[in-house]
């Protein structure tokens, strides 16, 4: 057990949105209806506010004779260079900043406005001091020293790059270089082909990469809002490669991107495809189990497979099941969350049943809102004010690949966050049969990210404790996606376990011990301690009833 102290508190994602949000939007009604709110707090308290608003006065004087008042975050990469504290006119202006900023959010704390009115005005106050930082005005001195570095050039470029945004992107700076990435060339490149399809998925068997291997072979469901390659990306970050080379079969399934055709696609009809698809992975493999790992929604849907199996007494077909990142208790607090009302929730499901899908983009907008200054006011001043072209990362690459949900898989997910209902017997229905997640008795091996805003650890942890069987949950000092791409060998790598599972979070983490390096080893012997007995590779793919289609990475992953 590690020594902790107060200074050393349970952590929780420092973000607003999570999945929730994605799923929800968020609509500018709402935020305009608290900016109104806050509007007339101040014409009502028209002392308080001068208050506040004279001592702000105040320190802006103060810092107009170069005091210095506020320490900002040394780790914030907007202020990180040195001019901001050395040149007069930066360290003047962001003290400024940093003083609207303090006396705003007091101004909010010390109202009388209720506490959920409060929590909804911070956030929206966040969102407008984010944007309004002096590091996103072309008086940025980056920009400025770009500006005389390129002899002028940087402008015209920024101006060329944001008239391409506006274009192409949706009005949001452009978050990586697609040119540097073509998918079946340099991501999702593993040797292997489609051995099944059926109209919402192919399955994708890989060439063996080892001498000899194990008699159960792993099927990997990635989530349903996503393509299936951020398991195969590079070859050094590729989870399916390192699975292959330590002598597992490996199947995965490469979602369909749905049209307004597929609108009655809900949680049933992915359910039933990916029995389809555990059935031929079985069949293929000559294995009469086979491991499942399920990704974010995927997690959702590999659950909900095991109740209507164990409903049906077929559970023996999954060996062990792995979550990466999964949610099976929604139940999540976060401020955005405040706007959400069960008319927000239907105006959601009849935009979405209008169009017959939920956008991708529109999710990506969400996401990108969760994190501004990372994932839009970032590139806003690499893009525009610096004049450069965004990196070539294939991470951001695979996040900018954007699918749609079909209209009644996204109702199912919004009723999922609002009744939460695998925390009770029955409460969901899947297929035709009833859930009761205590009664799946397949051990668990479950992932969570200490920084994941998406779907927030602690939660990811009350989920596990749903399952029955043999349960192991282990947290990663990553967030939502570098908690499933965390190879070994890299330096910061680290995660943290213990035996025992508490019903209690926080004191989990108490009596957790922190362990140097990535899960996958972890997670690697303990699959293969539940795979069988080794065996010569087989190096055909497919079987007589299965034969290969054609090469990965399919043709489901190309459709826009």
């Not at 305009?32 to 506010?49: E, H, I, M, N």
């Not at 001019?83 to 959010?105: C, I, T």
């Not at 398991?231 to 002598?247: I, P, T």
């Not at 935009?351 to 994190?371: E, H």
């Amino acid at each position: 057990m590690r020594d902790k102290s107060a200074a050393d508190p349970v952590p929780v994602p420092a973000a607003f949105m999570n999945a929730q949000n994605a799923m929800l939007g968020l609509r500018g009604r709402d935020l305009f209806a608290t900016v109104r709110s806050l509007t007339l707090q101040g014409l009502r308290r028209p002392v308080y506010s001068a208050k506040h608003a004279l001592a702000l006065g105040g320190q802006l004087g103060r810092v107009l004779l170069g005091d210095t008042l506020h320490k900002h975050n040394p780790d914030d990469p907007r202020f990180a260079d040195p001019a901001w504290r050395l040149n007069p006119f930066y360290r003047r202006s962001l003290q400024a900043y940093l003083a609207w900023q303090q006396q705003l959010n007091s101004w909010i704390d010390e109202s009388d406005l209720p506490a959920d009115d409060r929590t909804r005005a911070r956030f929206v106050a966040t969102l407008l001091s984010d944007a309004l930082a002096p590091s996103n005005s072309l008086l940025n001195p980056l920009a400025i020293k770009e500006l005389l570095n390129s002899g002028g050039s940087s402008v015209f470029k920024g101006l060329g790059h944001l008239y391409d945004d506006l274009l192409h992107n949706h009005g949001l700076p452009s978050q990586v270089s697609k040119q540097a990435f073509e998918v079946g060339r340099n991501l999702a490149a593993t040797p292997g082909a489609v051995v099944f399809r059926n109209e919402l998925l192919e399955l994708i068997q890989y060439k063996p990469m080892s001498e000899k291997q194990y008699a159960r072979p792993l099927l990997i469901v990635p989530p349903q809002i996503n393509k299936y390659y951020i398991f195969d990306l590079s070859a050094e970050k590729s989870f399916v490669q390192y699975a292959l080379k330590n002598g597992l079969q490996v199947f995965i399934i490469s979602w369909r991107n749905p049209d307004a055709r597929h609108r009655e696609w809900g949680l049933s009809s992915y359910v039933q495809a990916i029995e389809e698809a555990l059935d031929v992975t079985r069949a293929i493999s000559g294995s009469k189990e086979a491991h499942l790992m399920g990704a974010c929604a995927g997690g959702l849907s590999i659950a909900a497979l095991q109740g209507h199996l164990q409903a049906k007494r077929q559970l023996r077909k999954v060996s062990s099941a792995t979550y990466l990142v999964s949610l099976l208790d929604s139940q999540i607090d976060s401020p955005a969350m405040l706007f959400a009302d069960e008319k927000t929730l239907e105006a959601a499901k009849r935009r979405s049943y209008q169009k017959g899908v939920l956008d991708g983009r529109d999710m990506a907008k969400v996401f990108a809102w969760m994190r501004p200054n990372d994932l839009i006011w970032n590139y806003w001043v690499n893009n525009y004010l610096l004049g450069k072209q965004p990196p070539a990362f294939d991470i951001l690459y695979w996040n900018n690949d954007n699918t749609r949900l079909p209209a009644a898989l996204h109702g199912d997910l919004l009723d999922f966050f609002k009744h939460n209902p695998l925390t009770h017997p029955g409460g969901l229905e899947v297929c035709g049969t009833p859930i009761d997640l205590h009664k799946v008795t397949v051990d668990s091996f479950s992932i969570a990210g200490i920084n994941d805003h998406i779907t927030p650890w602690d939660a990811v942890y009350r989920s596990t404790l749903l399952l029955g069987g043999d349960s192991r949950f282990v947290l990663s000092n990553s967030g939502h996606i570098q908690s499933i791409l965390n190879p070994p060998g890299n330096p910061k790598a680290n995660y943290f376990e213990s035996g025992k599972l508490s019903s209690d979070p926080r004191a989990w983490y108490y009596d957790a011990k922190q362990a140097s390096g990535s899960w996958w080893p972890q997670w690697l012997d303990w699959i293969q301690q539940r795979s069988g007995e080794q065996r010569e590779t087989l190096l055909a793919l497919g079987s007589q009833n299965h034969p290969p289609m054609e090469a990965a990475p399919g043709t489901y992953v190309h459709v826009r």
